[in-house]
């Protein structure tokens, strides 16, 4: 499989799982604090699955276990830094509701979100590269994992008075960084099989990050703490299904 297809394959899954998020924030007007921290935390179980199972694994297949080291030390850091320079949440604060900066909100979050598929695109080109296998597990189950930042993102654009049609359509727009992202690492990754581990494990740091520093404490926020050690356990199951049935 050539970088291009590659590359169309990450911006598939990041504009399905981003743009389902906008459009079933179309039918669920209001989802309830439980709900969003619940599907966070299932989200948060998806990608911990495939980190510690998948990239860290192929990584030190690949390249050694110093090398892996060194990517996902890599990973967590350049996450870190685009963190401090594009924060965002998937929670929307009263505060934010009671000033009405709905549609700065959305946006912010639109932005910072698109950003942050970059590095996830980066997983799934590295993991093409290593097997047609691990890539469509990572497609599928990061897919998976993006609807409920779309859903994210549209809730304050829906109550900042967007019709649905520039909901979804800006939603979508939000996966497309990881077509590129996609791309990129599967250039990368076909350097050698030391960049490719090294790559491998870099993506599994950025990810790691995102579900340490974002997906479960916004979980816990939203949902408190059993509903959201369910919604980790079973997005463990999930991600170990796929990962054998793929």
């Not at 090398?67 to 030390?73: M, N």
């Not at 594009?86 to 909100?105: D, I, W």
């Not at 599928?140 to 859903?151: F, K, R, V, W, Y």
């Not at 916004?218 to 793929?246: C, K, M, N, P």
Request: proline share 4%.
């Amino acid at each position: 499989m050539g970088w291009f297809e590659i590359g169309l394959l990450g911006m598939l899954a990041g504009v399905v799982g981003t743009g389902t998020g906008g459009l079933l924030s179309i039918f669920v007007k209001k989802p309830t604090p439980r709900l969003t921290g619940t599907i966070l935390a299932f989200a948060a179980g998806i990608m911990l699955a495939i980190v510690f199972l998948e990239l860290i694994e192929e990584s030190i297949d690949f390249s050694g276990y110093r090398a892996a080291i060194a990517g996902l030390s890599m990973g967590m850091l350049v996450l870190y830094i685009l963190d401090q320079l594009l924060p965002h949440h998937h929670t929307v604060t009263a505060e934010a509701v009671h000033q009405g900066r709905y549609l700065k909100k959305g946006t912010m979050l639109a932005l910072g979100i698109g950003l942050h598929n970059f590095p996830e695109g980066l997983a799934i080109g590295t993991g093409f590269i290593g097997s047609t296998e691990l890539g469509t597990t990572l497609a599928i189950l990061i897919a998976l994992h993006n609807i409920p930042e779309g859903m994210a993102v549209a809730a304050p654009l829906r109550h900042g008075g967007y019709k649905f049609q520039r909901i979804v359509s800006i939603t979508t727009l939000t996966g497309v960084p990881m077509g590129l992202g996609a791309f990129v690492g599967a250039l990368i990754g076909s350097i050698s099989p030391l960049v490719l581990g090294i790559s491998l494990a870099f993506a599994a740091g950025a990810m790691l990050y995102i579900v340490c520093d974002e997906l479960i404490p916004d979980a816990y926020e939203s949902a408190g703490a059993h509903l959201s050690i369910l919604g980790i356990f079973l997005g463990t199951v999930v991600g170990l299904l796929f990962i054998a049935w793929i």
